[in-house]
Nanobody, 125 residues
Framework: VQLVESGGGLVQPGESLRLSCATS????????IGWFRQVPGKEREGVAY???????????AYADSVKGRFTISRDNVAKTVYLQMNSLKPDDTAVYYC????????????????WGQGTQVTVSS
């Protein structure tokens, strides 16, 4: 299982970014994919996830802190999951990780078996 995040960068408050999680080495349709973020000194926080395609065609869910601003989607042909982040705030600054799991989904990091290396998102004026 390989997960590679990209799309991070430095943006100003109110701007947008789209993160990508490119995957390989497993049956993409059968895995749920999640996005998490972490700032130094804090635990990794669940941001959003989308269930495997066989579960309701891929059902998304979001943390309250990003609901209405972030959108997760999956492209089963490209085997990639996206996180569209709009109206970014300084509190969204973190390293963003994607994760994959065959059996579980949820916003708790302990539910996920496979992780990428992360991409830095910085929101600052």
């Amino acid at each position: 299982v390989q997960l590679v995040e990209s799309g991070g960068g430095l943006v100003q408050p109110g701007e947008s970014l789209r993160l990508s999680c490119a995957t390989s080495g497993f049956n993409f349709d059968a895995y749920s994919i999640g996005w998490f973020r972490q700032v130094p000194g804090k635990e990794r926080e669940g941001v959003a996830y989308i269930t495997r395609t066989t579960h309701k065609g891929g059902s998304p869910a979001y943390a309250d802190s990003v609901k209405g601003r972030f959108t997760i989607s999956r492209d089963n042909v490209a085997k990639t999951v996206y996180l569209q982040m709009n109206s970014l705030k300084p509190d969204d600054t973190a390293v963003y990780y994607c994760a994959a799991d065959l059996w579980s989904w949820g916003l708790e990091q302990t539910l996920w078996d496979h992780w990428g290396q992360g991409t830095q998102v910085t929101v600052s004026s």
